[in-house]
C-alpha cells in the first residue's frame, strides 16, 4: 500500500463528519504498520472514503476555481494526447460550433470519434476546456465547508439510523451549496451577453451621464 497523505482539512472535515453523527474527534486519520500506512479503524476508512467521494462528485459539477478555457495540450511523437490524471471532463473548445472533431476519454488518451483516431496533428496544440480535480485542503473554505457537510448527510443515512438528523444535515448543506453558488457568482464574471474570452465589455455605468 503506497503511503497515503492527510492533511489538516481532510482531518479537520473527518472530525466535522464524526461531531455530525455523534462520535468523539480524532487525533490521526492513519497510523503506520510496518512499511505502510493505513486507516486506524474501519469506520474512519468508510467516514474518509464518503469525503472523498462527494470531494469528486462536487469539483464534477465544474466551477469556476477548477474550469479552464482554451487550455493547450500538445501531442506526443505518435501524434497521442495524453490525458493529465486529474483531469474529470475535458472537451475540444468551442466544439459545438466546429464541428470537425469529437473527442472523448478513452483510458488515459483522447479518442476523437469523428475521425475515428487516437492520432492527431503533430505540430498542433489542441485547446480544450477542462474541469480539474484539485485535492481537498487547495478547494475554496467554502467548498470544503459544502463537501463536509454533504459527507456528513450521507454518513448519517448509512451509519445512523436518525431521521431527523438526516433532515437537519441536508437544511445545512442546503445553506452551504447556496454559499458555493454566492462565492461563484462573484468570481465567475458571468455576463448575460456571452461575452468571450480574451475580449472586454464595458457595462452602462451612470457617472458617464451625469460628466457630460
Known amino acids: 500500500m503506497q503511503q497515503l497523505k492527510q492533511t489538516e482539512s481532510d482531518l479537520s472535515s473527518v472530525n466535522s463528519i464524526l461531531a455530525a453523527i455523534g ?17 486506524i479503524n474501519p469506520e474512519i476508512a468508510l467516514i474518509h472514503s464518503l469525503l472523498m467521494e462527494v470531494d469528486k462528485d ?15 495540450l500538445l501531442p506526443d511523437s505518435d501524434g497521442c494526447v495524453f490525458i493529465p490524471a486529474n483531469v474529470l471532463r475535458m472537451d475540444v473548445s468551442e466544439g459545438q460550433i466546429y464541428r470537425d472533431t469529437d473527442v472523448v476519454k478513452r ?6 470519434r469523428y475521425n475515428h483516431t487516437y492520432n492527431f496533428p503533430l505540430d498542433q496544440k489542441i485547446h480544450f ?3 480539474w480535480k484539485w485535492d481537498f485542503d487547495e478547494l475554496p473554505s467554502v467548498f470544503q465547508r459544502y463537501i463536509t457537510l454533504r459527507a456528513s448527510g450521507r454518513a448519517a443515512t448509512q451509519m445512523v439510523t436518525n431521521p431527523q438528523l438526516v433532515q437537519l444535515l441536508q437544511t445545512q448543506e442546503a445553506q452551504a451549496r447556496a454559499a458555493c453558488m454566492e462565492y461563484e457568482c462573484n468570481q465567475g464574471d458571468h455576463t ?21
Open 23 to 39: 462520535q468523539a474527534p480524532i487525533s490521526r486519520i492513519y497510523q503506520k504498520s510496518g512499511s505502510d500506512f493505513n486507516y
Open 58 to 72: 462536487v469539483q464534477n459539477e465544474g466551477w469556476v476555481f477548477n474550469t479552464e478555457w482554451n487550455y493547450p
Open 107 to 112: 483510458g488515459n488518451k483522447l479518442y476523437d
Open 129 to 131: 476546456d477542462i474541469t
Open 192 to 212: 448575460f451577453f456571452g461575452t468571450p474570452m480574451g475580449t472586454s465589455y464595458r457595462s452602462y455605468q451612470p457617472y458617464r451621464t451625469l460628466a457630460r
